[in-house]
C-alpha cells in the first residue's frame, strides 16, 4: 500500500476536511479527493461519509486511523531528524507563549533532557495561540502550549491551569491612584497610564470587562511584546499593568508593586496542552504531556 495514500489519510481523518487536508499537505483538494478514493478503492470499504460540512469516518475509517497513523508519525519523525543524528535520543519540539512556555514548561522539561533511555533533545518555538495550532497541525511541532482551545478531531486538548490576573503598579504610582471605587467597583484610572503587550490591550480589556464590566479607561501609554518587559516597565513607575500572578509572584512579595485591585473572582485565563490525535502513542511526547501536567499542579 502506498504510504502517501495512508498519509494523506491521517490527515483527512484528523482535520475533518479534505480542504483543510489539502492546506496541510499542500495539495489540491481534487488531489486528496482522488488520493482518498484510490485508498477506498484498494480496501473496498468507505473510509469517510461525506457532510455538508467536512467529513466523518467511518467505523473502517476509524479503525485504520487507529492503527496507521502512529506509525506514519514515526516515520516523519525519522525522516525530519535525519538518520546521521543518534537515533537513540528523539526530539521533541515544543510551541507556546513565549513567557509561560519559558517560565514553566521549558524549567520543567529540561529535567526529562539527561542521558537515560527515555530521554529526549528538546526544541522550543514561541508564538500566539493561532500560530502555535496552526504549527502544530502542519506537523511543525510536537506539543503545543495554547490559551485556546482548538476545534475539530485534528488536534486533542487538555487543560494544564489556570493562570489568575492581577492589577498592579509601582509603590509610588499606586499611592496617587484614588482608593475609592466607582461604577461597579471601578477605580479612578481615567489618567493612569497602561502598559500592555498590543495596541488593542488584550489583558487590560479583558480585566477590564470581566471585573469592572467596562472598557479601559485610557489607551496604552507603553507597549511591549513581553510580559516580562510589561513587568520591568510596571516596577520603572510607567504605568499599571495586568499581569499573570506567576510572573509577578516575586515583585508583589517584594514590594516592587501593588495590587490595586482585588475582585471577589480574579479574571483567570486557561492553558491547554495540546496535541495532534493519535500521536501521544509516540513514547516522547506521552512522556512530556504526562509530566507537564503533572508539574502544572504547582504552577498557577
Same mark, same amino acid.
Given at each position: 500500500m502506498d504510504l502517501a495514500l495512508l498519509r494523506t489519510f491521517v490527515t483527512v481523518h484528523r482535520a475533518g476536511s479534505f480542504t483543510r487536508a489539502a492546506a496541510l +499537505?499542500?495539495? %489540491? !483538494? /481534487?488531489?486528496?479527493? %482522488? !488520493?482518498?478514493?484510490?485508498?477506498? *478503492? !484498494?480496501?473496498?470499504? /468507505? +473510509?469517510?461519509?461525506? !457532510?455538508? *460540512?467536512?467529513?466523518? /469516518?467511518?467505523?473502517i475509517g476509524d479503525e485504520l486511523a487507529h492503527k496507521a497513523a502512529p506509525h506514519l508519525d514515526a516515520l516523519v519523525e525519522i525522516t525530519e531528524t535525519g538518520l546521521d543524528e543518534d537515533s537513540s535520543l528523539r526530539t521533541l519540539h515544543l510551541a507556546g507563549p513565549r513567557e509561560f512556555t519559558a517560565e514553566r514548561a521549558l524549567p520543567a522539561l529540561t529535567e526529562l533532557t539527561g542521558e537515560d533511555?527515555? %530521554?529526549?533533545? +528538546? *526544541?522550543?518555538?514561541?508564538?500566539?495561540?493561532?500560530?502555535?495550532?496552526?504549527?502544530?497541525?502542519?506537523?511543525?511541532?510536537? #506539543?503545543?502550549?495554547?490559551?485556546?482551545? /482548538?476545534?475539530?478531531? #485534528? #488536534?486533542t486538548a487538555t487543560p494544564l491551569c489556570d493562570e489568575e490576573h492581577v492589577l498592579v503598579a509601582a509603590p509610588g504610582l499606586a499611592e496617587r491612584i484614588p482608593g475609592k471605587p466607582r461604577r461597579k467597583g471601578a477605580l479612578a484610572l481615567e489618567n493612569v497610564p497602561v502598559i500592555e503587550v498590543h495596541e488593542s490591550l488584550p489583558f487590560v480589556s479583558r480585566y477590564w470587562a470581566a471585573v469592572f464590566d467596562s472598557r479601559p479607561p485610557t489607551p496604552g501609554t507603553v507597549i511591549v511584546p513581553d510580559l516580562r518587559a510589561v513587568l520591568a516597565c510596571a516596577v520603572a513607575g510607567a504605568g499599571l499593568a495586568v499581569l499573570p500572578r506567576y510572573l509577578c509572584a516575586a515583585a508583589l512579595e517584594h514590594g516592587d508593586v501593588l495590587a490595586l485591585h482585588d475582585p471577589a473572582v480574579p479574571p483567570l485565563r486557561t492553558y491547554f496542552l495540546v496535541v495532534r490525535t493519535?500521536? #501521544?502513542?509516540?513514547?516522547?511526547?506521552? *512522556?512530556?504531556?504526562?509530566?507537564?501536567?503533572?508539574?502544572?499542579?504547582?504552577?498557577?
Open positions: +499537505l499542500g495539495l %489540491s !483538494q /481534487p488531489a486528496v479527493t %482522488s !488520493q482518498i478514493r484510490t485508498l477506498e *478503492r !484498494q480496501l473496498g470499504r /468507505p +473510509l469517510f461519509l461525506r !457532510q455538508a *460540512r467536512g467529513v466523518t /469516518p467511518t467505523s533511555s527515555q %530521554s529526549f533533545a +528538546l *526544541r522550543a518555538s514561541f508564538g500566539n495561540a493561532e500560530e502555535t495550532l496552526e504549527g502544530l497541525a502542519a506537523g511543525h511541532h510536537d #506539543l503545543a502550549i495554547s490559551t485556546a482551545r /482548538p476545534r475539530g478531531a #485534528l #488536534l493519535g500521536t #501521544l502513542a509516540m513514547p516522547h511526547i506521552a *512522556r512530556a504531556h504526562d509530566w507537564l501536567l503533572r508539574s502544572a499542579a504547582d504552577w498557577c
